[in-house]
């Protein structure tokens, strides 16, 4: 939803995306979960993608799973791993902010091992636009913090809330949306199904109390939302 979201908005802006995957597969050329950032891209209005937090085996040799490299490498996406090994590839990638390629891989910055408020520095220098939009997949974060359907990441919230904060008082939130809680997954569509299957982790299923763990998140994101907007 966030490229349709997105797609109201009157002036230049940046999305910064926290989430524990890209979400950029180039092929097929679908509105889908792990294809959307191109379709945002695609928006004339829409300088940049920010990507921070993956640890995902998305990374892992990217472009035979449809990775837009390519965006990454001429600066229109800008991914941030929270830890991630160097990935396998073959095409030349050069050097950005974000990594450092040394003959078949790319070496990822571990936002784990850096600074949090450095970066955060950082990351507001390097967004070219007032205006942001900020859209959170709760996998992001590590399981201590959130259940969600999907493999997660480590991020702890304490860093989420900081980056929301730093990240507001210097440019101007035209819109929030956040996805990621627990659901049974249920499909009509075979296809979508098959999927599915191989697509989510297997035996995910919340013990009594674990749900409990994404309300808290969702009231402490929501209180943090409120207060740097008003």
Known sequence: MTASLVSGVEEDVTIVHFDNHP???????????GAWVNRA???PHVRKVVTIGPCSDDLVRPELQ???LAAVRDGRIALYPWRHQPSRVWGRYGRTACYRQEGGH???????EENWSDFLDEL???IPTRAIWLTIDKDVLGPEDAFTNWDQGEMPLTHLLRAVQRLASARAIRGIDVCGDWSKPRFTDPFRATLAYFDHPKGLKPEPGTLARNARVNAALIDCFETVLS
């Open 23 to 33: 979400d950029w597969v180039r092929f097929p050329a679908t509105v889908n979960c």
């Open 41 to 43: 891209l695609e928006l």
């Open 66 to 68: 449809f990775a837009n």
């Open 106 to 112: 790319l070496h990822w910055r571990n936002l784990a």
């Open 124 to 126: 507001v220098e390097a």
